[in-house]
């Protein structure tokens, strides 16, 4: 007997409907009239079934802590959080992190990576935060953990060296960082390669997230990415620069990318609030060049990244709210470009951060959502509700939204 059965269920890819059986955490069978009997049936009654939500870039220690003046950049939303982060300790971390990851599963979100900043004020309180409530939400939301240097100002260091080290030791699962914020670039991709290296873990770079017409940072990574043979393991977030640089330069840097098996996660909603604030009359976006990479065949993502905090202070943990902002700003209207959009969040943002057994066929992980929607376009424009929110093939959450129209 299977665990769980969705009847009439309606695919991005497929025509008509089907039926999706489910045991043991996985998907058994999934085409028309499937047979079998099963302990939970869920009648999809012709709406959309997706695969749940990756928010492959967040920053759950930040999270929840918008100040009341707001930040006017970057730097002053770093400086902020460096501040703030003295006085925050673990409770607090998790406490936070807990609302969030709530509201992610509430969404349809059922893996999430949160970058976790590392530094001699703050120590390893947060990474200590995200491994509880990794173990905590285990069987609900998937968290995978990356620690990165908050300061990278002069070269690394002992204390900070030391402290990365033992983070690892705790079981993170990669590195970042954001090194494009260093004059010494070169010195901490390579330690970070070196690091992660030596302890086989994957790497996700913040990367030239500025308005100047810079890609320098992530031309090494992907020369880095190469020498050292780590293609497929490396992702690049923002890349903002890169949307500044010219036609000549843009097309080099992406065919390196596409050697260097890199995926790039664009933050649409955080850079959107960030960049260009100094400009005057073309204000520039700060999105990168999502179309010319993904022409290029580079795997491109979206994500939520910062949630109510300095560096931006809206955010739901809402991967379809950030996917209207996406299609909006990415100019994709079309059915075909918003469902373009919708395999940004789900199976794009799947293959960036390493998920196996990720989709809606036999073999996969029964990780879903069911859209009230018959397709990603109408899901997407409509913000639809997330019927029913499935994980490691249980029903984890049950959403409905209904207006009485009186007059």
Known sequence: MNDLLIRRARLMDEPGTVDVAIKDGYIVAAGGGVAGSARQMVDAAGRLLIPAFVDAHTHLDKALTAPQEGAGSLAEAIEDFQRRSRKMDKNDFIDRGRRVLKMALRHGTATMRTHITVNEALGLRGVEAALELKEEFAGRVDLQVFAMPGELEPAPAPPLKELMEEALRLGVDGLGGAPHLSERMQEWVDYIFDLAVRYNVLIDFHVDETDAPSV???????????????????????CCGLAAVDEEKAIRTIAAVKEAGISVITLPSCNLYLMGRRDKGLVRRGVTRVRELQAAGVNVAYASDNIRDAFRPFGNANMLEEALITAQVLQMGTPLELKNVMKMGTYNAAAAIGLKAYGVKAGDRADLVLLDATSPAEAIIGQVEKVCVIKGGRVAVRNDKKSDIII
């Not at 320098?216 to 923002?238: E, M, N, P």
């Open 216 to 238: 320098a940072s992530l031309d090494y990574i992907a020369a880095k990415t190469i020498q050292t043979g780590f293609q497929g393991r490396v992702v690049a977030g923002h």
